[in-house]
Protein backbone atom coordinates (compact mmCIF):
# COMPACT_ATOMS: atom_id res chain seq x y z
CA UNK A 1 0.00 0.00 0.00
CA UNK A 2 1.71 3.33 -1.10
CA UNK A 3 -0.93 5.59 0.98
CA UNK A 4 -3.77 5.52 3.23
CA UNK A 5 -6.65 8.31 3.85
CA UNK A 6 -6.50 10.61 7.12
CA UNK A 7 -9.98 9.13 7.80
CA UNK A 8 -8.84 5.62 7.55
CA UNK A 9 -6.05 6.20 10.05
CA UNK A 10 -8.53 8.52 12.85
CA UNK A 11 -10.51 5.34 12.50
CA UNK A 12 -8.07 2.91 13.48
CA UNK A 13 -6.04 5.01 16.15
CA UNK A 14 -9.34 6.44 18.14
CA UNK A 15 -8.33 9.85 16.76
CA UNK A 16 -11.16 12.78 17.31
CA UNK A 17 -11.59 14.96 14.40
CA UNK A 18 -11.76 18.63 15.39
CA UNK A 19 -13.09 20.34 12.61
CA UNK A 20 -15.34 17.88 10.91
CA UNK A 21 -16.40 19.92 8.32
CA UNK A 22 -13.01 19.06 6.37
CA UNK A 23 -13.00 15.99 4.75
CA UNK A 24 -10.28 13.35 6.04
CA UNK A 25 -11.61 10.63 3.77
CA UNK A 26 -9.94 12.30 0.73
CA UNK A 27 -6.54 13.34 2.65
CA UNK A 28 -3.91 10.69 1.68
CA UNK A 29 -0.77 9.99 3.85
CA UNK A 30 2.21 8.89 2.29
CA UNK A 31 4.95 9.32 4.25
CA UNK A 32 5.73 7.02 6.65
CA UNK A 33 7.81 9.55 8.83
CA UNK A 34 5.89 12.05 11.49
CA UNK A 35 7.24 15.64 12.56
CA UNK A 36 6.80 17.68 15.87
CA UNK A 37 6.80 21.14 14.48
CA UNK A 38 8.83 23.13 17.11
CA UNK A 39 11.38 24.89 14.97
CA UNK A 40 8.39 25.13 12.78
CA UNK A 41 6.48 27.21 15.64
CA UNK A 42 9.72 29.35 16.05
CA UNK A 43 9.79 30.70 12.19
CA UNK A 44 12.39 27.98 11.19
CA UNK A 45 11.07 26.27 8.14
CA UNK A 46 14.11 25.55 5.93
CA UNK A 47 14.28 21.71 5.33
CA UNK A 48 10.76 21.69 6.52
CA UNK A 49 8.47 18.37 5.11
CA UNK A 50 5.60 19.30 4.60
CA UNK A 51 4.13 15.82 3.97
CA UNK A 52 4.47 14.46 7.14
CA UNK A 53 2.14 14.29 9.93
CA UNK A 54 2.22 17.00 12.52
CA UNK A 55 1.70 16.98 16.45
CA UNK A 56 1.54 19.05 19.06
CA UNK A 57 2.39 18.59 23.00
CA UNK A 58 2.33 20.13 26.30
CA UNK A 59 5.81 21.86 24.85
CA UNK A 60 4.40 23.20 21.90
CA UNK A 61 1.59 24.46 23.68
CA UNK A 62 3.36 25.97 26.05
CA UNK A 63 5.18 27.79 23.93
CA UNK A 64 2.89 28.98 21.87
CA UNK A 65 1.11 30.66 24.90
CA UNK A 66 4.20 32.29 25.63
CA UNK A 67 3.25 34.41 22.25
CA UNK A 68 1.47 37.73 21.43
CA UNK A 69 -2.18 36.39 19.56
CA UNK A 70 -0.46 38.01 16.13
CA UNK A 71 2.54 36.32 16.12
CA UNK A 72 0.35 33.13 17.03
CA UNK A 73 -1.64 33.54 14.33
CA UNK A 74 1.44 34.52 11.79
CA UNK A 75 2.89 30.88 13.08
CA UNK A 76 0.05 29.05 12.53
CA UNK A 77 -0.40 30.73 8.96
CA UNK A 78 3.09 30.18 8.13
CA UNK A 79 2.91 26.44 9.38
CA UNK A 80 -0.99 25.36 7.22
CA UNK A 81 -0.31 27.35 4.36
CA UNK A 82 2.65 24.81 3.57
CA UNK A 83 -0.41 22.40 2.76
CA UNK A 84 0.72 19.97 5.76
CA UNK A 85 -1.86 16.83 5.76
CA UNK A 86 -2.97 17.60 9.18
CA UNK A 87 -2.11 18.40 13.02
CA UNK A 88 -2.52 16.25 15.74
CA UNK A 89 -3.67 18.11 18.97
CA UNK A 90 -1.71 15.19 22.27
CA UNK A 91 -2.80 15.13 25.74
CA UNK A 92 -6.20 16.57 25.01
CA UNK A 93 -5.41 19.96 23.89
CA UNK A 94 -7.62 21.72 22.00
CA UNK A 95 -7.00 24.34 19.06
CA UNK A 96 -7.80 28.18 19.80
CA UNK A 97 -10.63 30.24 17.41
CA UNK A 98 -7.73 31.38 15.35
CA UNK A 99 -6.33 28.03 14.81
CA UNK A 100 -9.41 26.90 13.86
CA UNK A 101 -9.87 30.26 11.37
CA UNK A 102 -6.54 29.43 9.90
CA UNK A 103 -7.14 25.83 9.92
CA UNK A 104 -10.52 26.03 7.60
CA UNK A 105 -8.70 29.03 5.54
CA UNK A 106 -6.23 26.83 4.25
CA UNK A 107 -8.39 23.39 4.89
CA UNK A 108 -6.14 21.59 7.34
CA UNK A 109 -7.07 18.84 9.28
CA UNK A 110 -6.80 19.03 13.22
CA UNK A 111 -7.26 15.70 14.65
CA UNK A 112 -7.42 15.32 18.82
CA UNK A 113 -6.28 12.49 21.18
CA UNK A 114 -6.61 12.48 25.17
CA UNK A 115 -3.13 10.35 25.07
CA UNK A 116 0.71 11.26 26.55
CA UNK A 117 2.55 13.06 23.21
CA UNK A 118 5.19 10.47 23.28
CA UNK A 119 2.39 7.74 22.82
CA UNK A 120 0.67 9.27 19.95
CA UNK A 121 3.99 10.21 18.35
CA UNK A 122 4.54 5.98 18.68
CA UNK A 123 1.17 4.87 17.47
CA UNK A 124 1.24 6.90 14.60
CA UNK A 125 5.04 5.98 13.58
CA UNK A 126 4.40 2.25 14.29
CA UNK A 127 1.50 2.67 12.04
CA UNK A 128 2.50 4.62 9.40
CA UNK A 129 5.46 2.04 9.38
CA UNK A 130 3.61 -1.05 8.63
CA UNK A 131 1.31 0.49 6.05
CA UNK A 132 3.32 2.70 4.29
CA UNK A 133 6.61 0.65 4.71
CA UNK A 134 8.38 -1.64 1.72
CA UNK A 135 6.40 -4.57 0.88
CA UNK A 136 7.11 -7.50 -1.20
CA UNK A 137 4.91 -10.76 -2.24
CA UNK A 138 6.88 -14.30 -2.08
CA UNK A 139 5.85 -17.78 -2.37
CA UNK A 140 5.72 -19.73 0.67
CA UNK A 141 4.16 -20.49 3.86
CA UNK A 142 3.83 -18.42 6.76
CA UNK A 143 3.18 -20.09 10.17
CA UNK A 144 2.95 -19.17 14.02
CA UNK A 145 5.25 -21.94 15.97
CA UNK A 146 5.23 -21.22 19.16
CA UNK A 147 4.91 -17.79 19.15
CA UNK A 148 7.55 -17.33 16.82
CA UNK A 149 6.71 -16.70 13.32
CA UNK A 150 7.88 -19.11 10.32
CA UNK A 151 8.91 -18.71 6.88
CA UNK A 152 8.51 -21.61 4.81
CA UNK A 153 9.98 -21.61 1.32
CA UNK A 154 10.84 -23.88 -1.01
CA UNK A 155 9.88 -25.56 -4.70
CA UNK A 156 6.44 -25.52 -5.74
CA UNK A 157 5.55 -29.37 -4.86
CA UNK A 158 7.86 -30.13 -1.91
CA UNK A 159 5.35 -30.32 0.64
CA UNK A 160 5.02 -26.95 2.32
CA UNK A 161 1.56 -26.63 2.85
CA UNK A 162 1.51 -30.32 4.00
CA UNK A 163 4.15 -29.52 6.56
CA UNK A 164 1.28 -26.35 7.82
CA UNK A 165 -1.43 -28.19 8.25
CA UNK A 166 0.52 -30.87 10.43
CA UNK A 167 1.45 -28.11 12.53
CA UNK A 168 -1.88 -26.52 12.57
CA UNK A 169 -3.33 -30.30 13.70
CA UNK A 170 -0.58 -29.79 16.58
CA UNK A 171 -1.55 -26.71 17.83
CA UNK A 172 0.69 -23.79 15.56
CA UNK A 173 -1.25 -21.37 13.58
CA UNK A 174 -1.32 -20.73 10.06
CA UNK A 175 -0.99 -17.18 8.47
CA UNK A 176 -0.81 -17.69 5.09
CA UNK A 177 0.05 -20.49 2.85
CA UNK A 178 0.95 -20.10 -1.08
CA UNK A 179 1.68 -16.45 -1.30
CA UNK A 180 2.66 -14.26 1.93
CA UNK A 181 2.92 -10.50 1.68
CA UNK A 182 5.81 -9.09 3.59
CA UNK A 183 5.84 -5.99 4.69
CA UNK A 184 8.83 -4.07 6.28
CA UNK A 185 8.39 -2.25 9.37
CA UNK A 186 11.63 -1.13 10.20
CA UNK A 187 15.33 -2.19 10.16
CA UNK A 188 14.48 -5.16 13.01
CA UNK A 189 11.26 -6.28 11.57
CA UNK A 190 8.92 -7.79 8.63
CA UNK A 191 5.33 -8.52 8.93
CA UNK A 192 3.99 -11.34 6.98
CA UNK A 193 0.55 -11.52 6.19
CA UNK A 194 -1.61 -13.61 3.58
CA UNK A 195 -3.16 -11.50 0.58
CA UNK A 196 -6.95 -10.70 1.06
CA UNK A 197 -8.34 -13.33 -1.09
CA UNK A 198 -6.69 -16.62 0.17
CA UNK A 199 -6.43 -15.69 3.68
CA UNK A 200 -6.87 -18.71 6.37
CA UNK A 201 -7.31 -21.05 3.02
CA UNK A 202 -4.40 -23.78 2.15
CA UNK A 203 -4.25 -25.93 -1.03
CA UNK A 204 -3.48 -29.83 -1.09
CA UNK A 205 -2.80 -31.15 -3.85
CA UNK A 206 -4.88 -34.01 -4.46
CA UNK A 207 -7.23 -32.75 -2.46
CA UNK A 208 -8.16 -29.13 -3.39
CA UNK A 209 -8.61 -26.23 -1.14
CA UNK A 210 -9.81 -26.12 2.54
CA UNK A 211 -10.66 -23.90 5.35
CA UNK A 212 -8.40 -24.19 7.91
CA UNK A 213 -10.66 -21.66 10.16
CA UNK A 214 -13.46 -23.96 9.43
CA UNK A 215 -12.14 -27.09 9.72
CA UNK A 216 -9.77 -26.45 12.97
CA UNK A 217 -11.32 -23.38 14.75
CA UNK A 218 -10.41 -19.59 15.18
CA UNK A 219 -7.72 -20.74 17.11
CA UNK A 220 -5.53 -22.10 14.21
CA UNK A 221 -5.38 -18.75 12.32
CA UNK A 222 -3.82 -15.40 12.52
CA UNK A 223 -3.79 -12.76 10.76
CA UNK A 224 -0.59 -11.41 10.74
CA UNK A 225 2.34 -12.49 12.22
CA UNK A 226 6.31 -11.11 12.83
CA UNK A 227 8.80 -12.70 10.52
CA UNK A 228 11.19 -14.45 12.69
CA UNK A 229 12.91 -17.61 11.09
CA UNK A 230 13.18 -19.16 7.74
CA UNK A 231 12.83 -22.85 6.78
CA UNK A 232 13.54 -23.73 3.06
CA UNK A 233 12.89 -27.39 1.82
CA UNK A 234 14.72 -29.01 -0.34
CA UNK A 235 15.13 -32.60 -2.15
CA UNK A 236 17.52 -34.55 -0.59
CA UNK A 237 20.98 -34.77 -2.26
CA UNK A 238 22.89 -37.27 -0.84
CA UNK A 239 26.23 -35.60 -2.26
CA UNK A 240 25.66 -32.68 -0.77
CA UNK A 241 27.04 -31.82 3.24
CA UNK A 242 24.22 -30.75 5.73
CA UNK A 243 25.13 -29.01 8.87
CA UNK A 244 24.98 -31.81 11.49
CA UNK A 245 25.68 -29.15 14.35
CA UNK A 246 24.05 -26.05 14.14
CA UNK A 247 27.16 -24.32 14.15
CA UNK A 248 27.00 -22.50 10.58
CA UNK A 249 24.63 -19.71 10.73
CA UNK A 250 22.95 -18.71 7.12
CA UNK A 251 20.85 -15.95 6.66
CA UNK A 252 18.61 -14.69 3.89
CA UNK A 253 17.29 -11.09 3.51
CA UNK A 254 14.37 -9.75 2.62
CA UNK A 255 13.37 -6.00 1.59
CA UNK A 256 16.80 -5.43 3.34
CA UNK A 257 16.37 -7.06 6.60
CA UNK A 258 18.36 -10.33 7.41
CA UNK A 259 17.02 -12.87 8.47
CA UNK A 260 17.74 -16.60 9.93
CA UNK A 261 17.66 -19.48 7.59
CA UNK A 262 17.40 -23.28 7.62
CA UNK A 263 17.80 -25.50 4.78
CA UNK A 264 15.61 -28.45 5.58
CA UNK A 265 16.21 -31.62 3.06
CA UNK A 266 13.32 -33.66 2.31
CA UNK A 267 13.16 -37.25 1.79
CA UNK A 268 10.36 -40.01 2.08
CA UNK A 269 10.09 -40.64 6.29
CA UNK A 270 11.31 -37.58 7.63
CA UNK A 271 8.38 -36.09 9.87
CA UNK A 272 8.87 -32.19 8.47
CA UNK A 273 6.87 -30.64 10.64
CA UNK A 274 8.23 -31.94 13.92
CA UNK A 275 11.87 -30.65 11.91
CA UNK A 276 9.88 -27.42 11.62
CA UNK A 277 8.49 -27.71 15.54
CA UNK A 278 12.22 -28.28 16.98
CA UNK A 279 13.88 -25.89 15.12
CA UNK A 280 11.11 -23.28 16.29
CA UNK A 281 11.69 -23.79 19.63
CA UNK A 282 15.49 -24.17 19.46
CA UNK A 283 15.72 -20.52 17.97
CA UNK A 284 13.45 -19.54 20.83
CA UNK A 285 16.02 -20.71 23.08
CA UNK A 286 18.99 -19.04 21.59
CA UNK A 287 16.80 -15.89 21.65
CA UNK A 288 16.48 -16.77 25.34
CA UNK A 289 20.05 -17.71 25.81
CA UNK A 290 20.55 -20.95 25.52
CA UNK A 291 22.55 -22.67 22.89
CA UNK A 292 22.20 -26.60 22.51
CA UNK A 293 25.65 -26.24 20.54
CA UNK A 294 27.10 -24.32 23.34
CA UNK A 295 25.98 -26.68 25.93
CA UNK A 296 27.33 -29.72 24.33
CA UNK A 297 30.68 -27.64 23.81
CA UNK A 298 31.19 -27.70 27.05
CA UNK A 299 30.60 -31.14 27.91
CA UNK A 300 33.14 -31.84 25.51
CA UNK A 301 35.49 -29.72 27.34
CA UNK A 302 34.42 -30.96 30.55
CA UNK A 303 34.22 -34.56 29.95
CA UNK A 304 38.41 -33.93 27.87
CA UNK A 305 39.28 -32.18 30.65
CA UNK A 306 38.15 -35.36 33.51
CA UNK A 307 40.30 -37.63 31.50
CA UNK A 308 43.29 -35.89 31.77
CA UNK A 309 42.79 -35.55 35.08
CA UNK A 310 42.02 -38.97 35.79
CA UNK A 311 44.98 -40.39 33.67
Not at 9 to 20: E, G, K, V, Y
Not at 123 to 137: A, F, S, V
Request: one cysteine or more.
Amino acid sequence: MDKISLGQLARDLNFQSLNPEIDIESVMIAHPDINRPALQLAGFFEHFDNNRIQIVGNVEMAYLRTLQPERRHYVFDQLFQRNIPCLVYARGHMPDEDQFAVAKKYQVPLLGSRNFTSDVYAKILRYLQEKLGPTQTIHGVLVDVVGEGVLITGESGIGKSEVALELIKRGHRLVADDAVELHRVNDARIVGRAPAITKHFIELRGIGIIDVKALFGAQSIKDEQDIDMVIHLEEWDKDKVYDRLGTQEEYIKYLGNKLTCYHVPVRPGRNVAIIVEAAAINYRQKKMGYDAVEELYKRVQNNMQKGIEDA
